[in-house]
């Protein structure tokens, strides 16, 4: 059974750090590109980063500079290290995974569409 979990979620004041972690399981995680996206109250789900296979990475514009994205294959895990959060970065955090190869057919790293295995999600908080 493939299974993301999300975890490293909180309350933080602005220009606080946190790192989220997504640990998997039930798949063979290094064959498979990951990503992150978020999503407010009353937004849709946006895509935040996106980790390939070869170890490409992309970070939506709206956060590059303050997100990172790391994953460790040997261990499994998807990290994000958020630094100078704000308090538009109040949201629901999702690891996902694509399972499909959706983006190997030229899919758009971030249209969750591509994507079919999701975590649960992670609450982030930032006040200001």
């Known amino acids: 059974e493939v299974q993301l979990v999300e975890s490293g979620g909180g309350s933080v004041q602005a220009g606080g750090s946190l790192t989220l972690s997504c640990a998997a399981s039930?798949?063979?995680?290094?064959?498979?590109?990951m990503a992150w996206f978020r999503q407010a109250p009353g937004k849709e789900r946006e895509g935040v980063a996106f980790s390939d296979t070869d170890g490409t990475i992309s970070i939506a514009d709206a956060v590059k500079g303050r997100f990172t994205i790391s994953r460790d294959n040997a261990k499994h895990t998807l990290s994000l290290q958020i630094t100078g959060l704000k308090p538009e970065d109040s949201a629901t955090y999702y690891c996902a995974g694509d399972l499909k190869k959706s983006l190997w057919g030229g899919g758009i790293w971030d249209d969750e569409d591509n994507y079919n295995a999701w975590g649960q999600g992670t609450q982030v908080t930032v006040s200001s």
């Open positions: 039930g798949y063979s995680y290094f064959a498979y590109c």
